[in-house]
């Protein structure tokens, strides 16, 4: 769930806008506040901002226009090594030259830190990350996990008030970035510092947040926790773009309070949440998550016919994918445990889903 909101928030983004070029903006009229204490993911795909925002927190980028306040002070004008801010590079970024040990002491010799409380320093951030054996190997003496849990060291050594993350886990096979998500996730929560976390990644940032912040084209479509994120996205991107979602045209028939009758291409009807304020008559989008549709009964409401196509085994469960009388295909979540493996090719199949399950949205 969500960190509680912080009656001051430690960074906060007012009007910010980014430009390189002059004229496209990489980041349009961003308005941002991060809590002290939370885990936040800024998540999209390529080019939505979400490392400019990020670039331009740690010091590396300047806002074209707007203002970033850390803790009250302005930081536009404050070069990157006065932020106190912890930073962890996709590429680790360590110095192949020194050992562990002196990746770890640079960042405090910068800050003429004494020598006795360095070394202490040092101890304590390997030992957050575990890897107190290895003080005295070089970075090409590790493997993957092991930089990236050293560039983490290096990152908090410093005791920041921020840990900045651009796609640490990118470089890592699939089980050790599981892995080293949940061990992320203990980490904030032992330490109770602020995460900011850049991913493209939707499950990374639904396992690991307390608030994530979805990009696109340079604007944040939603900013909420990521259980609300999943279960009620506010627009067609994020619906499409945050956990898996089935997608359809169609036309609002009537409105009634927050719930309209859809009609689909070949007839079918259903019910739904109107999102975005719709009228009657008014072109939308239908979209529903796999794992909602159910199977029907004649008695059951908001029940529909479509037509199984075949069958995609996904291990722990298995994906029906049918085709609406209009044509539109989608994919039924149905555990191994379920009627799986009796649908042919062609057979009809009766289907439901609860109305608050169905969100209209603009096309």
């Given amino acids: 769930m969500s960190a509680a909101p912080a009656s001051e928030p ?15 903006l990489v980041v349009r009229d961003l308005n941002l506040d991060i809590h002290p204490g939370e885990f936040l993911s800024l998540l999209g795909p390529s080019g939505s901002g979400k490392t400019t925002c990020l670039m331009m927190l740690a010091g590396f980028e300047s806002p074209t226009r707007g203002d970033i306040f850390l803790e009250g002070r ?5 070069p990157p090594h006065h932020r106190n801010l912890g930073m962890v590079f996709q590429n680790y970024a360590l110095f192949p030259h020194m050992t562990v040990e002196r990746n770890l002491d640079y960042p405090l010799r910068v800050r003429k830190m004494p020598a006795g409380q360095r070394t202490e320093r040092i101890r304590e951030a390997l030992a957050m990350v575990q890897m107190q054996d290895f003080a005295k190997r070089y970075p090409a003496q590790l493997s993957g996990g092991q930089q990236q849990r050293i560039a983490l060291a290096r990152a908090l050594v410093f005791q920041p008030k921020i840990v900045l993350m651009d796609e640490p886990l990118g470089a890592l096979d699939k089980q050790l970035r599981e892995h080293m998500q949940l061990e992320l996730k203990a980490l904030h929560r032992q330490l109770g510092i602020t995460f900011v976390y850049v991913t493209h990644d939707q499950s990374e940032a639904l396992t690991m947040s307390n608030r994530i912040a979805v990009f696109d084209q340079g604007v944040i479509q939603q900013v909420c926790a990521a259980d609300m994120l999943y279960e009620a996205p506010c627009n067609r991107f994020v619906a499409g773009f945050v956990g898996d979602s089935s997608q359809f045209p169609g036309t609002i028939r009537t409105v009634e309070g927050d719930q309209c009758q859809i009609e689909l291409a070949g007839g079918v009807s259903l019910r739904g949440l109107n999102i975005q304020n719709l009228t009657a008559g008014a072109s939308c989008v239908v979209a529903m998550r796999p794992e909602r549709v159910l199977p029907a009964t004649a008695a059951d409401l908001n029940a529909f016919q ?15 994918r049918c085709r609406m009388d209009g044509g539109d295909t989608f994919f039924v979540k149905m555990p ?3 009627d799986a493996g009796t649908h042919a090719p062609g057979t009809r199949i009766a289907l439901r889903i609860d109305p608050g399950y169905v969100r209209v949205f603009l096309p």
Avoid: I, M, P
Wanted: charged share 20%; no cysteine; proline share 0%.
């Fill in 74 to 78: 302005r930081l536009n004008d404050v």
């Fill in 10 to 24: 430690l960074v906060s983004f007012q009007g910010v806008q980014k430009s390189y070029d002059g004229s496209h």
């Fill in 336 to 338: 191994l445990a379920a």
């Fill in 306 to 320: 479509a037509t199984a196509v075949d069958e995609v085994y996904f291990g722990d469960h298995v994906r029906l």
